[in-house]
């Protein structure tokens, strides 16, 4: 489980913007904005870290779901993922395969560029309290 990712997925605003460009994400468990992200996030050196790496400092979101093995057709991931047209790749999750990691195009607009600074801005409070 990406907990950093669901900590993200519990904004109001994250979820009415996954929902509107993504659909209904079956069995969705977080959300990065991969603009954001650094190779240095996720280096395990497997298959799943040089994915996420492709996609990092890109106009990408990263879906994490509950989806992987054999709940990916069981749960229709397969089929959600090939009815959306900004789907770029996903991969079974390496520590716990009953998790996938989806990758989408970015939709680009107000929206997108509000969620981007809101998750600045909130770094750098924590940051800030941290000091």
């Not at 900590?7 to 605003?13: E, G, L, N």
Request: hydrophobic share 25%; net charge negative; with cysteine.
């Amino acid at each position: 489980m990406d907990l950093y990712a669901f900590s993200i997925s519990q904004c109001q605003d994250v979820q009415e913007y996954v929902t509107k460009n993504y659909g209904d994400v079956p069995r969705m468990r977080g959300v990065r904005f991969m603009k954001l992200q650094s190779p240095e996030d996720c280096d395990n050196g497997d298959y799943q870290s040089e994915m996420y790496g492709r996609h990092c400092g890109k106009d990408v979101v990263y879906i994490h779901t509950r989806c992987g093995a054999s709940n990916y057709e069981y749960f229709e991931a397969d089929k959600w993922e090939e009815s959306n047209p900004t789907f770029i790749e996903s991969c079974d999750d390496a520590f716990d395969c009953t998790y996938r990691d989806h990758y989408f195009e970015a939709v680009l607009g107000d929206e997108y560029d509000s969620l981007i600074a809101g998750i600045l801005e909130a770094r750098k409070e924590t940051e800030d309290h941290d000091d």
